[in-house]
């Protein structure tokens, strides 16, 4: 059974930071792209970053681009994302996500957790 679990969120004050990791087990994720995407109360679930297997490339949503990063452990099916700067609108719930033959992690992945609560405040 796949389980993505997502740890690191919490509350914290604009333009601070928080790291987000997510463990990933019940499979072999080569060649899957890693990421997060993201939903605030009333709006639509987003893309926020993703990384692919080997070469790790990022790839960044614009909002967050230049504040986050986002990075793996191959060998920990592991992936980590470093919010620094952080802002109001950044408030969401974070999910890890995992997708196939992809360097890029969908609205709809294969693979996605729980969640974890991010809020910021002003």
């Known amino acids: 059974q796949v389980q993505l679990v997502e740890s690191g969120g919490g509350l914290v004050q604009a333009g601070g930071s928080l790291r987000l990791s997510c463990a990933a087990s019940?499979?072999?994720?080569?060649?899957?792209?890693m990421g997060w995407l993201r939903q605030a109360p009333g709006k639509e679930r987003e893309f926020v970053a993703a990384?692919?297997?080997?070469?790790?490339?990022?790839y960044y949503a614009d909002s967050v681009k230049g504040r986050f990063t986002i990075s793996r452990e191959n060998a920990k099916n592991t992936v980590y994302l470093q919010m620094n700067s952080l802002k109001p609108e950044d408030t969401a719930v974070y999910y890890c996500?995992?997708?196939?033959?992809?360097?890029?992690?969908?609205?709809?992945?294969?693979?996605w957790g729980q969640g974890t609560q991010v809020t910021v405040s002003s």
């Open positions: 996500a995992a997708h196939s033959n992809s360097n890029y992690i969908p609205l709809s992945p294969d693979y």
């Open positions: 019940g499979r072999t994720f080569s060649n899957y792209a």
């Open positions: 990384i692919g297997w080997s070469p790790g490339i990022p």
